[in-house]
C-alpha cells in the first residue's frame, strides 16, 4: 500500500468521525469463552468477595450509529469498570451511552465503587494501558493482570498494589503474601511502568477507548481498533483536518 494510499484511507476515517456525533449507544451479545476466574484483593469499598473477571467478547446485534459507536466493529473485547456490578455472559445487553474517554466522563454509580469520573489523569493512565499492555485475546493471566491493573488505576491514585498504611486514601491493595503471584506480578509490572512513564518522559502508547455506560450493567472500557499511539485525533484536530481532507480527496479523484 503507498504512501498516498495510507494518507487517503487516515482522512477518510478523520471525516467519518468529525461527521458522526461524539457518543452513541451499543447493543451487543457478550461471552467468556475462557471462563471466569477469581481475582483476590482489599479494598476500602466494604466489597468483602473477591471479584470475577472473565475474557469478554461481544459481538455487536444492532446497527452503528450515529456516534462513535461506529468505531467500534462487530467483534469487540470489553473490560469492566466496577466490582459490586455484574455483566452478564452469555447474553445481549444494551448500553445506553458510548463515550469517548477522551471525553472526561463518569460511569452510572454502581453498588459499592460507583460513580467514577475519568478525569485527565486517570484518562490517560487508562489509555496507556490500553495502548501498552493490551492482552492476548486468549490469554488469561494476561487479561486477569490487565484487569486488575485497570482496577487500581480506575478506583485508586497511587498505581501500586502494595498497601500504604499511611494513606487512609489507599482504595485497593493486594495482601502482601499474594503479590508475586503470576497476575499480580505482572499487574503490577504494568502500574510501574505507567508510574515511571508519567513522572517522565511520558512516552508511553496511548490507545483512544470509550466507555460503555448504563445503570442498569456493569459499565466497560473498549479500545477503539488502530488507535495505538495517537490513533483518532482529537475535535479540535479534526475540525482543522477536515477540509485539508476533503481537498485532498477531491484531488485524488481528479487524477483517476
Known amino acids: 500500500m ?7 484511507l487516515s482522512l477518510v476515517s478523520v471525516a467519518m468521525l468529525a461527521a458522526s456525533a461524539r457518543a452513541g449507544m451499543v447493543t451487543a451479545n457478550f461471552s467468556d469463552p475462557e471462563g471466569i476466574d477469581t481475582i483476590n484483593f482489599d479494598n476500602s469499598f466494604g466489597y468483602t468477595t473477591g471479584p470475577d473477571a472473565a475474557i469478554v467478547n461481544a459481538t455487536r446485534t444492532d446497527t452503528p450509529g450515529p456516534g462513535v459507536d461506529t468505531l467500534l466493529p462487530t467483534d469487540f473485547r470489553v473490560f469492566c469498570t466496577e466490582l459490586g456490578q455484574d455483566i452478564q455472559v452469555t447474553a445481549v445487553s444494551t ?14 454509580p454502581g453498588p459499592y465503587t460507583g460513580p467514577v469520573t475519568f478525569d485527565p489523569v486517570r484518562a490517560a493512565n487508562v489509555e496507556k494501558l490500553f495502548g501498552s499492555f493490551y492482552p492476548n485475546p486468549t490469554d488469561t493471566t494476561q487479561n486477569d493482570a490487565f484487569q486488575l491493573a485497570l482496577w487500581e488505576i480506575v478506583f485508586d ?3 501500586s498494589l502494595v498497601q500504604d498504611l499511611s494513606d487512609p486514601n489507599d482504595r485497593l491493595w493486594v495482601d502482601p503474601s499474594q503479590l508475586s503471584t503470576p497476575v499480580n506480578s505482572l499487574a503490577q509490572s504494568y502500574l510501574t511502568s505507567i508510574k515511571n512513564d508519567d513522572a517522565g518522559p511520558n512516552s508511553l502508547p496511548l490507545a483512544n477507548v470509550v466507555l460503555l455506560t448504563d445503570p442498569n ?3 466497560q472500557l473498549a479500545l477503539i481498533p488502530g488507535t495505538v499511539s495517537g490513533g483518532v485525533p482529537e475535535p479540535t484536530t479534526l475540525a482543522l483536518l477536515l477540509p485539508a481532507g476533503l481537498m ?6 481528479r487524477g483517476r
Open 217 to 219: 450493567v456493569q459499565d
Open 157 to 159: 491514585n497511587d498505581l
Open 248 to 253: 485532498m480527496l477531491r484531488g485524488r479523484r
Open 2 to 8: 503507498s504512501f498516498r494510499r495510507i494518507a487517503a
Open 95 to 108: 448500553f445506553a451511552n458510548v463515550i469517548p474517554l477522551s471525553d472526561n466522563p463518569s460511569t452510572d
